[in-house]
């Protein structure tokens, strides 16, 4: 299992930024990604971005693009999600999620961190 907690939200201004942290542990070698994912009140979850373990260009949601940039810190055991030019639109409850391979696929998810971004 990989244990997951999300960090960093808070009430910001438009414009503004926010860095989430994802904190992991547990069975870390069986991690194949990380993503970050969002649900607005009333909509269903979607995806905002995901780091490979194996390297390569992370992916980003159309939403994020260019404002959004996922990045990780091996030592630490942590991913971040650094979000610039914030809008009133990109308020969310933001997830972090583990996918992990271990005879089989697995997700885990952390309990989430608010994001308030006011206009």
């Known amino acids: 299992q990989v244990q997951v907690v999300e960090s960093g939200g808070g009430l910001v201004q438009a414009g503004g930024s926010l860095r989430l942290t994802c904190a992991f542990s547990?069975?870390?070698?069986?991690?194949?990604?990380m993503d970050w994912y969002r649900q607005a009140p009333g909509k269903e979850r979607e995806f905002v971005a995901r780091?490979?373990?194996?390297?390569?260009?992370?992916d980003y949601a159309g939403s994020g693009e260019g404002r959004f940039t996922i990045s990780r810190d091996n030592a630490k055991n942590m991913v971040y999600l650094q979000m610039n030019s914030l809008k009133p639109e990109d308020t969310a409850t933001y997830s972090c999620r583990s996918r992990t391979w271990w005879y089989s696929q697995s997700d885990y998810w952390g309990q989430g961190t608010q994001v308030t971004v006011s206009s």
């Open positions: 547990g069975r870390t070698s069986s991690i194949t990604d």
């Open positions: 780091i490979r373990w194996s390297g390569g260009t992370p």
